[in-house]
């Protein structure tokens, strides 16, 4: 019987390893694997499962609004908030919606691909159409649970929990109330949501391709371009489930760039012997070499592996830029560290190209890429800063360059001991971040600065700064300190302020022409943007922000766009990209589903977040 075994295992081994031999399902129905078939890319075979997000929504409560809330009018939202808060116990729930302090909500977030349980996600949060609510700034939504939601039948139904969600409530700091009612009601609630579920990714065969056999062949050929160590063991991302399905496991060089990861696996030979590797490897280069087909040779080339580094530098050697970025970008995904240097060079003075060029950086673990990215903390560009921060940060978030300290529980904040002007950035959209380039930043007083309904900031002389908090049933507290932005912004923090009420407070300022140099806002490299082959490239100075008075960009106030520039290698050069710069995304259009990024993915992704 051993015997048998034995043999029985030989011949199923031998069945699937050789080109020459083909093997069948149990069922005589299912196609048979047959050489030419094994030669195909796995995109001939497979295509990508889990790559949209999932929208999970909620009725939540608003607390701490300083009467701009209101008594919602009977509909379901209100009932079912009603049912919510007897079900946790809130005595007299009619009585508490009914205060101007509270208001109910209708929030919203998205699973992205391949989320973890535990991961963080961002919220959209916004009033009723029928409310009166004038405003949600100051605000905080209560514990609320997360479920995918249909209204059936006049009731709302809801599926089972996918997450939990609270926090502070993020108003567009520049809208102005009195021009703009309705955007003072809607908000976001940055990395406030953590996923219950984790999402898989994988390959999911093509009708005529569903096979065992063809399932194990597709894993197989992962595996041996893709592979990971746990506790020291070699171990392969890709698992065929059935003959329908091959779940995968994203290597980590693509944690943040998950839709590049599948582009590549789909450009993996399902089977390919040396003689027709090499055969194959002649025509990429030509391919490469040529501006028109470069793009997809490197991709291509990357997925073939370590074998296909010396055709990639010798397009990184190229007179062309459109072909030196490609070569320099599969090269980094292979962590060539001879990479890094043209990517520098070309995230400074390309701007078409910078967004993918900053991100390939980020994914490398070398000193060089490292050193390449830090030298981009000083130029001009506000976008190209940023994105060498969050490149470094993605790179290793212990690094002293980049770590955050969590001077508060509300939000990350980091002091940049980089040269190059002054610079303040924060987020509208993964993470709650504060990012100072420059230590000794000052005010320049006079300021009066409010952080929040309870926080004044108010210069009491040429040196000095008092920050107060008072607050109905708490004891007030002042503080002095110096001119210093970073002192002012921790005792902000010290005093209970929350993200919203420290962006609050440097809009203010900024308005009132008291901060050093530029704030700016989600300035994050767009993809997208054309490059022209014809044109001269645009020097360091002349590739920086495009906006006269140094704001970002239209597009990364978009919350939907945002994250998006170093992931979607769909949207690239060469092609009639729909990231237009004047497309805003209205938040009540259901049919627009936040985009899976890099940059949440850097969207949160810094989060791991949305």
């Known amino acids: 019987m051993k015997h048998l075994t034995l043999i029985a295992c030989l011949l199923l081994a031998l069945s699937i390893g050789c080109s020459g031999l083909s093997m069948r399902s149990q069922s005589p129905e299912e196609p048979t694997i047959v050489q030419a078939e094994q030669r195909k890319l796995i995109g001939d075979v497979a295509v990508p499962f889990g790559m949209f997000p999932i929208r999970i929504e909620a009725i939540g409560l608003v607390t701490g609004l300083p009467g701009t809330g209101s008594d919602p009018p009977v509909s379901p939202e209100r009932s079912k908030l009603l049912s919510e808060m007897q079900q946790r116990g809130v005595q007299n729930p009619n009585q508490v919606l009914a205060s101007p302090t509270t208001d109910l909500v209708l929030v919203r977030g998205y699973l992205r691909p ?41 009731e709302l139904k809801t599926g089972a929990q996918a997450g939990m969600a609270q926090g502070p409530i993020l108003v567009d ?118 501006p028109i087909t470069s793009a997809s040779a490197a991709l291509k080339l990357e997925a073939i592996g370590k074998e296909a580094v010396p055709v990639l530098k010798k397009g990184m050697s190229s007179g062309d830029v459109e072909v030196r970025f490609y070569s320099a970008e599969a090269l980094a995904y292979l962590d060539d560290k001879e990479a890094a240097a043209p990517l520098g060079e070309i995230a400074r003075n390309e701007p078409a190209f910078r967004a993918f060029a900053l991100a390939a950086l980020g994914a490398m673990d070398d000193f060089e890429a490292f050193e390449a990215l830090r030298e981009l903390l000083a130029v001009q560009s506000a976008e190209t800063r940023y994105g060498a921060f969050r490149a470094l940060w993605w790179m290793n978030k212990n690094d002293p360059l980049v770590r955050d300290e969590r001077i508060t529980d509300q939000f990350h904040y980091h002091l940049l001991k980089s040269g190059g002007p002054p610079m303040i950035h924060f987020t509208r959209n993964g993470r709650p971040e504060v990012v100072l380039f420059g230590e000794d930043q000052k005010f320049i007083p006079p300021v009066s600065l409010e952080a929040g309904p309870r926080i004044m900031i108010n210069s009491t002389d040429s040196e000095h700064i008092a920050v107060s908090r008072y607050a109905p049933g708490e004891p007030d507290q002042k503080r002095i300190v110096s001119t210093s932005i970073d002192e002012v912004v921790r005792a902000v923090a010290d005093m209970g302020g929350t993200y919203p009420d420290v962006v609050q407070c440097l809009q203010q300022a900024k308005s009132a022409k008291a901060l050093p140099g530029r704030l700016e806002i989600e300035a994050i490299p767009q993809a997208g943007r054309e490059y022209e082959r014809d044109s001269k490239p645009l020097d360091a100075d002349e590739a920086a922000d495009p906006s006269a008075d140094g704001v970002a960009d239209e597009e990364a106030l978009d919350p939907s766009l945002a994250g998006e520039g170093l992931t979607n290698d769909e949207s690239r050069v060469e092609v009639d990209s729909n990231d237009s710069e004047d497309s805003e995304t209205d938040e009540n259009d259901d049919s627009k589903a936040e985009k899976p990024s890099l940059w949440n993915r850097i969207r949160g992704k810094m989060t791991g977040k949305g």
Request: no cysteine.
């Open 114 to 154: 391949g989320i973890q349980k535990g991961d963080r996600f961002d919220l959209e949060v916004r009033v009723p159409t029928r409310s009166e609510n004038t405003g949600l700034r100051g605000g905080w939504l209560m514990e609320t649970r997360l479920t995918q939601m249909a209204a059936i039948g006049g």
């Open 173 to 290: 700091p520049t809208v102005d109330a009195k021009n703009n009612k309705v955007l003072l009601s809607r908000g976001r609630v940055l990395g406030g949501a953590v996923s219950q579920i984790s999402r898989p990714l994988g390959l999911a065969l093509k009708p005529a391709h569903r096979n065992i056999g063809i399932s194990a062949l597709v894993g197989m050929a992962v595996n041996k371009r893709f592979h990971t160590f746990d506790k020291g063991i070699k171990v392969g991302v890709a698992n065929p489930k059935t003959d329908q399905f091959v779940e995968l496991k994203v290597h980590p060089r693509y944690k943040d760039n998950i839709e590049r990861f599948m582009r590549v696996v789909r450009a993996v030979p399902i089977k390919e012997t040396p003689s027709e590797q090499l055969a194959r490897l002649q025509v990429l280069e030509r391919n490469l070499l040529d």
